[in-house]
């Protein structure tokens, strides 16, 4: 009995480290919180100021599609993406244009940012070395009356 109880358990170990070997083999995705790189975040003001200096930033509206279609505005020049599809996105233009020492700041509509941070994470992990995420989003951006202009038809 305790020769079975060994070869099973020998055989369970074998299989498990099989498995964890052939994980390993593969890469994890991106956006995984192994890979998560840490976010940092600039605020609405802060945002608004380079806009109002010309600053050169390159501005992702990653908002939902519920809360970008029942919106009727987008902060000014910002290129909306749905999160699921930046990853994809970035070899299309405008994206593909976009040089990964430039900064990239994203926005979002949700309560904590998280479409916002996962975006910046997609993008840091994409190569992209100077992204920040804004903080508030889309309300903080409301609140301090930056800058918007009328999001295109039929998006």
């Known amino acids: 009995m305790v020769i079975k109880q060994r070869r099973l358990f020998r055989f369970i170990l074998c299989l498990t480290l099989a498995a964890a070997t052939a994980f390993a ?3 994890q995705p991106l ?3 192994q890979a998560a790189p840490q976010v940092q975040f600039l605020t609405a003001d802060e ?3 380079k806009l109002a200096k010309n600053e050169p930033v390159t501005v992702l509206d990653v908002r939902s599609g519920g809360d970008f279609g029942g919106s009727e505005n987008k902060i000014k020049g910002a290129i909306h993406v749905k999160v699921r599809k930046l990853q994809s996105r970035l070899a299309l233009p405008p994206l593909k244009n976009v040089p990964h020492d430039s900064e990239v700041v994203t926005y979002c509509a949700c309560p904590n ?3 916002a941070i996962k975006a910046a994470q997609l993008l840091m992990n ?8 804004l903080r508030g989003g ?8 930056g800058q918007i202009e009328a999001r295109p038809r039929g998006l």
């Open 25 to 27: 083999a593969f890469p």
């Open 31 to 33: 956006g995984s919180p």
């Open 47 to 49: 945002l608004k100021a």
């Open 113 to 115: 940012d998280e479409a």
């Open 126 to 133: 994409a190569g992209f070395k100077r992204v920040r995420a």
């Open 138 to 145: 889309w309300v903080a951006w409301k609140k301090t009356n």
